[in-house]
């Protein structure tokens, strides 16, 4: 039961997570983007930072179901914003640093922004994750428990069970699709490039007949088609995001996918 509550406190929360990075990124962009690194409609790291705070705040991490276990006083609010900052910040660090080592790709770049580290996190959005956790934990937190509380436990184990099998699913897909990408990324600049075997010749006549008709979108299945529906996910999802190894390749893709609509 306890397993099963905090599990489904964490999808409740990877939910919330998606709906802000959405909103927020669908009006600034002023269309729609669906965030986010797998399918479902949900951000782990939101999830992950909400559960790790909430077994913090509950004696330091004791097994007990969410509750409303922490008062709303001065005292509490600093220490689940710094407590929710910190670890927002040391996941945020380790998700990148895994994103670039096994995919070789930057999802987010903090470069251009004051007070960051690496460009992987930076004090804006640490202050942030710090907020959204007194928000999540000491008003949104409560309210949900008083709900959840009085769902069956039978229930609760059966749509845990059910949840994880398709968050399961999703991440096998996900994952196995992002591990080929820099392969198709590379079959992608071989095309572009005409292929080593060619004449310098041929090679600049093929490069510059395909690169011209890419740019007049006179045949942009021949680059976009080649990608898998994960790979163009990602790419119109994070529109900032960098390919470590095969960046000219990642560029144009995204330049395709996130061409307005007319």
């Not at 690194?37 to 004791?62: E, H, R």
């Not at 609010?77 to 670039?100: D, K, P, Q, S």
């Given at each position: ?20 990075e ?76 895994i ?27 640490s202050?942030f ?12 937190e ?12 039978m229930?609760?184990?059966?749509a ?5 099998v ?47 008709k890419?740019?007049e ?7 976009i ?10 790419a ?26 007319k």
């Amino acid at each position: 039961m306890i397993f099963a509550a905090y599990f489904l406190g964490f999808i409740f929360y990877s939910f919330l997570g998606w709906v802000w990075e959405t909103t927020y990124c669908s009006i600034t962009a002023k269309h729609f983007i669906n965030r986010g690194f797998l399918n479902g409609p949900i951000i782990p790291i939101y999830g992950f930072g909400a559960v790790l705070v909430m077994l913090i705040v509950n004696v330091f991490g004791s097994l007990v179901l969410p509750k409303q276990a922490v008062d709303f006083n001065i005292i509490n609010i600093f220490i689940v914003f710094f407590a929710g900052m910190l670890l927002a910040t040391v996941l945020e660090y380790i998700a990148t640093v895994i994103l670039e080592s096994l995919f070789h790709l930057k999802l987010w770049d903090y470069s251009k922004d004051k007070f960051n580290f690496q460009g992987r996190v930076c004090l804006k959005s640490s202050l942030f994750f710090g907020l959204l956790s007194v928000i999540f934990i000491m008003i949104i937190e409560p309210l949900t428990t008083n709900v959840t509380t009085q769902i069956p436990e039978m229930v609760i184990y059966i749509a845990a069970g059910v949840i994880g099998v398709v968050l399961a699913v999703d991440l096998t897909v996900t994952l196995s699709s992002l591990l080929k990408l820099n392969e198709r990324l590379r079959s992608a600049e071989d095309i572009i490039n005409a292929g080593v075997e060619n004449t310098l010749v041929e090679a600049a006549k093929i490069r510059d007949t395909l690169q011209e008709k890419i740019e007049e979108r006179m045949d942009e299945s021949l680059l976009i088609s080649r990608f898998h529906y994960q790979i163009r996910r990602m790419a119109k999802s994070y529109p900032a995001s960098i390919s470590l190894k095969h960046n000219e390749i990642w560029e144009k893709l995204k330049k395709q996918l996130n061409k307005p609509a007319k």
